[in-house]
């Protein structure tokens, strides 16, 4: 089976997108993470739902996860706020990773291998400069334990 047979249609928001709009794209979807365009419509990254967490947090807490306990509630009233007026952009890590990506006839222990190294949740199945879908690792399971 090639990556273009186990793509499906994958919703992506672009560099600019609204950071809240994105989370809760993310989170209505229950997405572990979303395929991130640039200004001409391309992939360029993809925002693991787990570093919209990240942002969400406090770095004195990331640092030091037992002061975690001294923060109340009202933390989680303040995600939207943290997020308003945000850019996607704002979310992705600082430092540039490889995008999660596959050719369209790649085999599926060719996307495996990928997903595996770059420790991502869905890559992006590219025919020439062409987004054609994405596989997330759920996906990439499902395939790989059918019955033959």
Not at 61 to 85: C, F, N, T, W, Y
Not at 110 to 131: T, W
Request: glycine share 4%.
């Amino acid at each position: 089976m090639h990556a273009d047979q186990m793509a499906e249609e994958y919703p992506v928001v672009d560099l600019d997108s609204d950071a809240l709009d994105a989370a809760r794209l993310l989170a209505e979807h229950r997405l572990p993470g979303i395929v991130v365009t640039d200004d001409k419509g391309c992939p360029c990254s993809v925002l693991p739902a787990s570093q919209v967490v990240r942002f969400l947090v406090p770095s004195y807490v990331q640092d030091d996860p037992s002061l975690a306990g001294v923060l109340d509630e009202s933390m989680a009233d303040r995600i939207a706020d943290k997020l308003s007026g945000k850019k996607v952009r704002a979310l992705l890590p600082k430092e540039a990773s490889e995008l999660p990506r596959v050719n369209s006839d790649d085999t599926i222990v060719e996307v495996a291998a990928m997903m595996a190294r770059l420790r991502c949740p869905l890559v992006a199945v590219m025919d020439g400069k062409d987004l054609i879908g994405v596989i997330s690792a759920s996906r990439l399971l499902q395939l790989a334990l059918a019955p033959h």
